[in-house]
């Protein structure tokens, strides 16, 4: 294949998957490869399943997150209302720069499951409507077959 055109066999986590053998990968698999496989990975396609299962576990980390910030700045004497939870602060700071690349290079592949191209990702970044348009990015169902990003994802059903 030409370089930058899309893979010639079916892939999962970007490995070949051609011969069907790849077993169904839970919410978790699909976050922990979002932040470390997939990092920064805008090639290919990205099932609801694998879209979904990465925004719950963000979800959850950011609240575990902010609760341990809280907790810490709230043990370290700061009362409510009185001063900023610096500690939380900078821990939710440092969560969201970590995880926004993998978070748009998700969206990205999600977008090339639908047959739309990536530049519609800043939809999402848009204010007052961007929450819409993620929330109804990640509902389309995946465009059946093989489109130019890439074959149909391995496990999706029609």
């Given at each position: 294949?030409?370089?930058?055109?899309?893979?010639?066999v079916?892939?999962?986590?970007?490995?070949?998957?051609?011969?069907?053998?790849?077993?169904?990968?839970?919410?978790?698999?699909?976050?922990?490869?979002?932040?470390?496989?997939?990092?920064?990975?805008?090639?290919?396609?990205?099932?609801?399943?694998?879209?979904?299962?990465?925004?719950?576990?963000?979800?959850?980390?950011?609240a575990?997150?902010?609760?341990?910030?809280?907790?810490?700045?709230?043990?370290?004497?700061?009362?409510?209302?009185?001063?900023?939870?610096?500690?939380?602060?900078?821990?939710?700071?440092l969560?969201?720069?970590?995880?926004?690349?993998?978070?748009?290079?998700?969206?990205?592949?999600?977008?090339h499951?639908?047959?739309?191209?990536?530049?519609?990702?800043?939809?999402?970044?848009?204010?007052?409507?961007?929450?819409?348009?993620t929330?109804?990015?990640?509902?389309?169902?995946?465009?059946?077959?093989?489109?130019?990003?890439?074959?149909?994802?391995?496990?999706?059903?029609?």
């Amino acid at each position: 294949p030409l370089p930058g055109s899309a893979p010639a066999v079916p892939n999962h986590f970007g490995r070949n998957a051609e011969n069907g053998t790849i077993g169904s990968s839970g919410l978790w698999d699909y976050f922990w490869r979002g932040l470390t496989t997939n990092y920064v990975d805008f090639s290919g396609r990205a099932r609801r399943k694998e879209f979904w299962g990465f925004c719950l576990f963000w979800t959850i980390g950011l609240a575990v997150i902010v609760g341990v910030g809280l907790s810490v700045d709230l043990g370290s004497g700061i009362e409510q209302g009185d001063d900023l939870p610096i500690v939380m602060i900078c821990l939710v700071v440092l969560y969201i720069l970590l995880t926004f690349l993998p978070w748009v290079a998700l969206l990205v592949r999600r977008l090339h499951d639908l047959g739309l191209t990536g530049w519609l990702a800043i939809l999402c970044f848009l204010p007052y409507i961007g929450w819409l348009a993620t929330l109804v990015f990640g509902l389309i169902p995946t465009q059946a077959g093989d489109n130019k990003w890439g074959p149909m994802p391995v496990g999706v059903r029609f």
